[in-house]
T-cell receptor, first 111, second 114 residues
């Protein structure tokens, strides 16, 4: 079952902040975040692990709430280059080690 | 540089025809994956392989087939049984059984029906 991402789309002005959420109906062991520009390969952003610390890179960070089975991606002081579709991929245990991706959140940053 | 190479970039299929999408990686990864991407649907898993000569069906395997004869190669065949093949196909690889390691993606193949 796909995790649910919200919002589906968001439009920002350069310098504004955004939060993208990823929720699952299953217990989560890890959450992966990727960004994809149209027609290109998804690019890895970060991984959140159950019991792990909040991750961050430059002005993009993420948290993992195990009780709520939810992860949130925080984009601070957005730049034009942040535009794209953000996907979360979740791993809920088992020996298959496969990710289930959400439908994505389209982020548009305007000047 | 290490990476994943998908070919061709664009592919057209005629009715009743099977077509094969190529995926090669030189990252020395054991695990490889095929995803289908449709507008607004995210990435849906078609097949995946954790090791050579072994693979498993993903969520939407009907109408597709794969092989894994070599560690670096994981070709996907879209058969005539797949009635709606038009989509963007992405191949990925990762370290085996690693929930704390990223998947690396190729640049994709866009398949259309003639």
């Amino acid at each position: 079952q796909q995790p649910v991402q919200s919002p589906q789309a968001v439009i920002l002005r350069e310098g504004e902040d955004a939060v993208i959420n990823c929720s699952s109906s299953k217990a989560l062991y890890s959450v992966h975040w990727y960004r994809q520009k149209h027609g290109e390969a998804p690019i890895f952003l970060m991984i959140l692990l159950k019991g792990g610390e909040q991750k961050g890179h430059d002005k993009i960070s993420a948290s993992f709430n195990e009780k709520k089975q939810q992860s949130s991606l925080y984009l601070t002081a957005s730049q034009l280059s942040y535009s794209g579709t953000y996907f979360c991929g979740t791993y809920s245990g088992g020996s298959n080690y496969k990710l289930t991706f959400g439908k994505g959140t389209l982020l548009t940053v305007n000047p | 540089d290490g990476g994943i190479t998908q070919s061709p970039k664009y592919l057209f299929r005629k009715e009743g025809q099977n077509v094969t999408l190529s995926c090669e990686q030189n990252l020395n990864h054991d695990a490889m994956y095929w995803y289908r991407q449709d507008p607004g649907q995210g990435l849906r898993l078609i097949y995946y392989s954790q090791i050579v000569n072994d693979f498993q069906k993903g969520d939407i395997a009907e109408g597709y087939s794969v092989s894994r004869e070599k560690k670096e190669s994981f070709p996907l065949t879209v058969t005539s049984a797949q009635k709606n093949p038009t989509a963007f196909y992405l191949c990925a690889s990762s370290i085996r059984e690693a929930i704390n390691q990223p998947q690396h993606f190729g640049d994709g193949t866009r398949l259309s029906i003639l």
